[in-house]
């Protein structure tokens, strides 16, 4: 029997989970709230495609290698497609520091470290055509998903979608139903209102991200990395980084902790954030005026979570015929990059499943079992850091506040024993990248005990024999810095309660 699969959003998690199903010979069904694209066109895409559905389309965006390698080895087509836009990959050389790069000798599995980055409109608008063109996949645009059709009650079983499409209540049958409506769908909400147990966990990631699109003038070309500062870092209170992206645009992301509040406040105005552009010397040669002119607003997002969901619970499928993937079912910190990514993994582990069973229950308990396999030692280490990252900016913001000596440790031994070894040794780097871009355990590489002699032999080094690995000062403290944009440093000190928590 030929399954059908109806999909609800055609954002990435969507068109992944298109592409992933679609070559097995099941229908796919996708209804998408917004309309579709009206042009083939990237800036056409950037200006003007309306995507109320998707707040956070005009942010900086970038695919991980372990993405990038799913597209190369399932559609080929489509990556020639990305890159015929003006999609950019950026290959392991351009990740090595200066001192690394004198004497790299490429080895083969190097070519798969590759990440790519375009304006997010761009990445989207050449999935989406791509996906379009796929036999069995079918797009309808203008088409909400409203509820759940179902029957029996325990579990729930889900076989159907009522959605407004065009204006008109239609209801939509299926054999297998799939959320990807992202962080705001509301079918697993429905679900559980109707009586279906959730596990779920979830917690502000801690930040704010802004960002801001520039050209690059004619005749300008992108600044080398070769010789000038880095184009990304981390001053405790402000990250930044460049996102270069297709047809000469590129993007800066700042990041304020969320306790930064007149930072934040201050940041969204343009000229506040292009003045911190010429603060930083990593953005400075990007942004200057002879070298490129903005061309947005700055765009500001807030809410960023980190969220769990499982539809099994002790051990027992809560609904049947029902998936959900992408930020509907996980969330994450846009700051690490992983969300597009966790989601076309998932989106493969679900072609997985319905490949391996037919019974509904045994599908869903092994979808589940893999996300746990594979995606939750990632969610667990990038909590694990956001929480870090905000007792630290508590820290900043408290008068005489002091890490424990167990943080100073565990600081330095990041700092200057793990980050500095992967400066100087590319193995360690080659290691280390293959966890950070999804291929393996993100920690695998930090328990073989021949890593962790190499780190501790830099470590132990101290700063002096290893300042070849120290990257420059990325720019001001903070005083220095909100006292340059007029803002006053004080104002958002922590004080009594607030303090105890710093500590
Ligand atoms: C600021 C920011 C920066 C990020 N940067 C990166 C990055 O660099 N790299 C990375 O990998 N990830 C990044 N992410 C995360 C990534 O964007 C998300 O993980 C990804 O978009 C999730 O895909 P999704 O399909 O689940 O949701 P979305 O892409 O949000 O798509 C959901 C779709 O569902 C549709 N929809 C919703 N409800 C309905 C309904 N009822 N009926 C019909 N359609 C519906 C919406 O219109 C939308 O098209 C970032 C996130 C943020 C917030």
């Given at each position: 029997m030929r399954e059908n699969v109806l999909v609800v959003g055609a954002g990435i998690a969507g068109l992944f989970t298109a592409l992933a199903i679609a070559p097995t010979g099941r229908k796919v069904t996708i209804l998408e709230r917004d309309s579709a694209p009206q042009s083939h066109d990237t800036d056409d895409a950037f200006l003007n495609w309306q995507r109320r559905g998707v707040g956070h389309l005009r942010q900086s965006h970038a695919f991980l290698a372990r993405l990038r390698s799913i597209i190369r080895t399932e559609h080929p087509g489509l990556l020639d497609e990305l890159l015929s836009l003006g999609v950019r990959e950026l290959n392991f050389e351009s990740m090595l520091s200066e001192m690394q790069r004198k004497n790299y000798v490429p080895l083969p599995g190097d070519a798969e470290l590759a990440i790519i980055t375009s304006r997010r409109t761009t990445l989207e608008l050449a999935l989406r055509r791509y996906v379009e063109r796929l036999a069995n996949v079918e797009i309808v645009s203008d088409a909400a998903a409203r509820g759940l059709l179902t029957e029996s009650a325990n579990p729930i079983r889900v076989v159907g979608v009522s959605a407004d499409v065009a204006g008109e209540r239609r209801e939509l049958r299926a054999d297998v139903v799939v959320d990807a409506g992202g962080k705001n769908s509301t079918l697993v909400e429905q679900l559980a209102a109707a009586g279906m147990r959730l596990h779920e966990e979830s917690e502000t990631a801690g930040i704010l991200y802004f960002t801001r699109h520039y050209r690059l003038k004619p005749g300008r070309s992108e600044p080398s990395r070769i010789g000038n500062p880095p184009a990304g870092g981390d001053l405790g209170f402000l990250k930044f980084g460049i996102f270069p992206a297709d047809n000469g645009c590129f993007s800066v992301t700042l990041c304020t902790p969320e306790i930064e509040y007149e930072l934040r406040k201050g940041i969204v105005d343009p000229d506040t954030f292009h003045a911190i552009t010429q603060i930083l010397p990593g953005l400075r040669v990007w942004t200057n005026e002879e070298q490129a002119v903005p061309t947005s607003k700055v765009f500001g997002m807030g809410d960023l979570n980190s969220r769990w969901r499982d539809l099994v619970v002790d051990g027992k499928p809560s609904v049947l015929g029902f998936f959900s993937l992408g930020d509907a079912l996980i969330r994450t910190n846009p700051l690490y990059g992983r969300g597009c990514s966790i989601a076309a993994v998932s989106a493969y582990m679900l072609r997985d499943v319905l490949d391996g069973a037919a019974d509904p229950a045994a599908r869903l308990l092994a979808y589940h079992a893999r996300l746990h396999e594979e995606i939750r030692p990632y969610y667990l280490t990038m909590r694990g850091q956001d929480r870090s990252a905000m007792k630290r900016a508590r820290q900043t913001l408290t008068p005489g506040a002091k890490p424990s000596l167990r943080d100073r440790m565990l600081r330095s031994f990041i700092e200057d024993g793990v980050v500095v070894a992967t400066r100087f040794d590319i193995d360690l780097l080659r290691e280390s990248m293959r966890g950070f871009h999804m291929f393996e355990h993100p920690n695998r590489w930090l328990t073989q005990p021949k890593n962790i002699a190499r780190i501790l032999r830099y470590w132990s080094r101290g700063k002096k024999k290893n300042a070849a690995a120290y990257p420059p000062k990325p720019g001001p403290e903070r005083a220095e810095m909100l006292r340059a944009l007029s803002?006053?440093?004080?104002?958002d000190m922590l004080g009594g309660s607030e303090m105890k928590k710093a500590a």
């Open positions: 803002i006053d440093p004080e104002r």
